[in-house]
């Protein structure tokens, strides 16, 4: 089988740059790449072991949608999504029909829904059911930057949990596709990026007679992107002691610096996120 089939991040939830566990409302706070769309939903990532090789499963409270939205190459180009596509995953509870389709920029207009198939259940373990939908690609509108894929929970239960979910061209459901994990952390990257905690970016000091009294001093720190990121992020950043501002923010990075800082002061930046998610 030829590598990179599946076209979803972090289909296993593994990858977990934010920390969440938890999250409610239209926001993304949990396992990377993967959105919760709707503020009356409720979704959490629990460890277990009943499908090796999962690690980690998605609960979605009664009805809600678990939703990743990826990028088309180009403004209102289907690129690779044309033609028919299979959507599969594990499920712990019979959930509803899926919704696949192109949005605008903010994921509030401009829908194109494409065909997606009844759900065809297969391998069976324990309380888990593998299911596939076959996908129906459509011409997206002229205005449509990316392509949604929503699952959602059965209707009736209080929570459904969804792991090894996979988009990939053709009508067949293959195998889930465990990429390396530094690598999916790197697809993850291009979206969000997190300071490990523990890590520290250490400032230099330009002025180094800053505690003379006549001198604002300024503390200087760059953070670089493990990749290039999908477009300029909204960027965050902390400093030790003091209060951080982050300007001259690209897809390559940022630099982050504070002022007023006598010559002995030694800083470093301890917290930083960047988001240029859909």
Not at 17 to 40: I, P
Not at 51 to 80: H, K, M
Not at 105 to 131: I, L, P
Not at 166 to 180: D, F, I, K, N, W
């Amino acid at each position: 089988l030829a590598g990179f089939r599946n076209a979803l991040v972090n289909g296993d939830f593994f990858i977990q740059q934010r920390g969440g566990t938890n999250t409610t409302g239209a926001v993304y706070t949990w396992a990377d790449r993967w959105f919760n769309r709707s503020a009356a939903d409720n979704i959490q990532r629990f460890n277990f072991t009943d499908i090796p090789p999962f690690n980690y499963q998605a609960g979605v409270s009664t009805g809600g949608l678990l939703e990743q939205r990826l990028e088309l190459q180009e403004i209102g180009r289907a690129d690779r999504f044309v033609g028919t596509w299979t959507l599969s995953y594990w499920a712990n509870e019979v959930p509803q029909t899926p919704v696949v389709s192109f949005l605008n920029a903010g994921a509030a207009t401009g829908e194109v829904g494409c065909t997606v198939g009844s759900a065809v259940s297969g391998e069976v373990r324990g309380t888990w059911t593998h299911y596939q939908h076959l996908i129906t690609m459509v011409t997206p509108g002229a205005s449509n930057i990316m392509l949604r894929v929503a699952l959602i929970a059965n209707a009736t239960a209080a929570r459904t949990g969804f792991t090894g979910i996979q988009l990939e061209p053709g009508p067949v459901a293959t195998p889930y596709e465990q990429r390396p994990i530094s690598v999916e952390l790197s697809m993850c990257q291009r979206y969000f990026f997190k300071l490990p905690s523990g890590a520290k970016i250490f400032m230099f000091n330009p002025t180094e007679d800053a505690n003379d009294g006549t001198f604002i001093g300024t503390r200087y720190g760059n953070v670089l992107h493990p990749v290039t990121m999908r477009s300029t992020p909204t960027v965050t950043g902390g400093i030790s002691g003091a209060a951080a501002v982050v300007d001259s923010a690209s897809t390559y990075g940022a630099r982050v610096y504070c002022t007023n800082q006598g010559a002995a002061n030694a800083k470093y930046i301890y917290s930083y996120t960047a988001d240029a998610e859909l």
